[in-house]
């Protein structure tokens, strides 16, 4: 079974750009959360997404949204890039809600 | 909403001895506790979980453990090697499914 694939793994933008970054889940797995991982800080929760809804938002501005697709890929997209949105994002699925989550190898994205 | 806490934020130990991490959380409605690790350059993996009706579960070198009146858990992990060096996150999850995550912890194992 494949795991978490999350696509590109390396990113370079500059300043006031946009970037979109993808996630595709374990196959079966309806849910797909986002994570941002800045140097030495924990997971920052940015949404989840289940059966193509959003379900918790975190508290990111509005420059960061989301969406899933019925075969429940997900996308993030930053918009107006700072240069304090260099991070690693992170998404993992779940299979149901109670369960473990599986995480991808992430999005190393760098704002210049 | 629930709110976990982990310590420490750094642990060194040297090889073969014991590592102990520790996490309390605010909600007693939580019943489900991960624990991850993720190693440098990669996303976090799982490597033991517990559910609020078991005290303690083992994994070879690694246990954990749940004291649901005092809302805290701890993972253990025994005659440590170098490959357990890494950061170590503790979850809970909420009355809505959502996992609650730890600041995490940075584990050293000397030579």
């Known amino acids: 079974k494949a795991g978490v694939t999350q696509t590109p793994r390396y990113l370079i933008k500059t300043r006031g750009q946009q970037v979109t970054l993808s996630c595709s889940p374990i196959?079966?797995?309806?849910?797909v959360s986002w994570y941002q991982q800045t140097p030495g800080q924990g997971l920052q929760f940015l949404f989840e997404?289940?059966?193509?809804?959003?379900?918790n938002k975190g508290n990111f501005p509005g420059r960061f949204s989301g969406r899933q697709f019925s075969n429940s890929r997900s996308e993030m997209n930053v918009s107006t890039l700072e240069l304090g949105d260099s991070a690693l994002y992170l998404c993992?699925?779940?299979?149901?809600?109670?369960?473990?989550?599986?995480f991808g190898q992430g999005t190393r994205l760098t704002v210049v | 909403g629930e709110n976990v806490e982990q310590h420490p934020s750094t642990l060194s130990v040297q090889e073969g001895d014991s590592a102990v991490i520790k996490c309390t959380y605010s909600d007693s409605a939580s019943n489900y506790f991960p624990w991850y690790k993720q190693e440098l350059g990669k996303g976090p993996q799982l490597i033991i979980d517990i559910r609020s009706n078991v005290g303690e579960k083992k994994d070879q070198r690694i246990a954990v453990t749940l004291n649901k009146t005092a809302k805290h858990f701890s993972l253990h992990i025994t005659e440590t090697q170098p490959e357990d060096s890494a950061v170590y996150f503790c979850?809970?999850?909420?009355?809505?499914?959502?996992?609650?995550w730890g600041a995490g912890t940075k584990l050293i194992i000397k030579p």
């Open positions: 196959s079966g797995h309806r849910s």
């Open positions: 993992a699925s779940r299979g149901k809600l109670n369960t473990e989550a599986f």
């Open positions: 997404y289940f059966s193509e809804t959003q379900r």
């Open positions: 979850a809970a999850m909420d009355s809505n499914y959502q996992l609650i």
